[in-house]
């Protein structure tokens, strides 16, 4: 499995930036697919997540109503739109798999569930 993290750079604090991951070895829509960040000195974190038919979602509190994950299974691709952005959103953003096909939008919030990892894509938010 490969994920491809794009789209991450400097934005300014009420800025928009739009994140893509493009996945390829392995069936894409068989899966539920998440976001996390890693902020400097912190443990990864949970951001949103999107089932494999893209009906349901499911955030994190600190980015509800401000960001929105969808994804397009005919390119085997994830989006995060990140609208009214914030200092302390700045973090490095990873798209991620679960180990298996089953695992919910809620499941996927544990990060022991992910099976495969992108790289990252680094998002710096200025004040």
């Known amino acids: 499995v490969q994920l491809a993290e794009s789209g991450g750079g400097l934005a300014q604090a009420g800025g928009s930036l739009r994140l893509s991951c493009a996945a390829s070895g392995l069936t894409f829509s068989s899966y539920t697919v998440g976001w996390f960040r890693r902020a400097p000195g912190n443990e990864r974190e949970f951001v949103a997540a999107?089932?494999?038919?893209?009906?349901?979602?499911n955030y994190a509190d600190s980015v509800k109503d401000r960001f929105t994950i969808s994804r397009d299974n005919a390119k085997n691709t994830v989006y995060l739109q990140m609208n009214s952005l914030k200092p302390e959103d700045t973090a490095v953003y990873y798209c991620?798999?679960?180990?298996?096909?089953?695992?919910?939008?809620?499941?996927?919030?544990?990060?022991?569930?992910?099976?495969?990892w992108g790289r990252g894509t680094q998002v710096t938010v200025s004040s």
């Open positions: 991620a798999v679960p180990r298996s096909s089953l695992t919910s939008t809620q499941a996927m919030a544990d990060t022991s569930t992910v099976g495969s």
């Open positions: 999107i089932t494999r038919s893209g009906m349901y979602t």
